[in-house]
């Protein structure tokens, strides 16, 4: 999503002020109401900034969404786009074994919980991300192909190891979302968890507390443990 040149003089760098005030504050409004739940109006009033603003640099309120998401998902995205790239590549040059891909797995989950649970904007995005697979809009297919895809394909890769089922059979795919489904099912109920608890926030050791026990579900969920136990079987038969 190209914004307007901001030319390098005091008011470009006015500019290039607002347009930052703006995409910060339309994730949480964009969160809370959706795209069409909330006026340019009233964003602009909580962003601090003149009410043509995003008429002037994102050419509407479409264009505004989607540059709002889009910035997201570079700033935030980055990290974890990163990791997913590094067990892919820990993958490929592996035995590509249920235990490796069991290994990753876990190593992948873990981090993850780690990320989500401490990105102070992870609840706002989820929000969005949320909306949009219930309610699609323009901005589905940017989110689709920036982070479905990518999560998707590095995870079911190490899920059909294990199962030694195909990628895209419909078990893997249906055990691709249960697994990751841990992760967001835990991030929008972590309010209640918390209470039951009794933790008053989430910690960075809190965190990893709750990413171990996760990561160790996910690859157990998927029956690693069945596949180890046959396979000692048959090199220790009684």
Known sequence: MKMKDEPSTPKGNQGQKTIEQLLTAGLDFFAKYGPDGVTTRQISKGAGVNSAAIAYYFGGKEGYYLAVIKRHIERRGEPVLALLAEISKKFRESEQTPDVAASLLEELMFNLSVTTLLDPTSGAMLGIYTREHLQPTSAF????????????????ELVGCITQNPTDSPETVVQTYAVLGQILHFRISITTACRFMHWDEITEERAEVIAKIISKMASRSLGIEAVQA???GKEHPR
């Open 141 to 156: 297919d940017m989110i689709h192909e920036e982070i479905d895809m990518r999560l998707h394909g590095t995870v079911s």
């Open 230 to 232: 046959n396979r000692a």
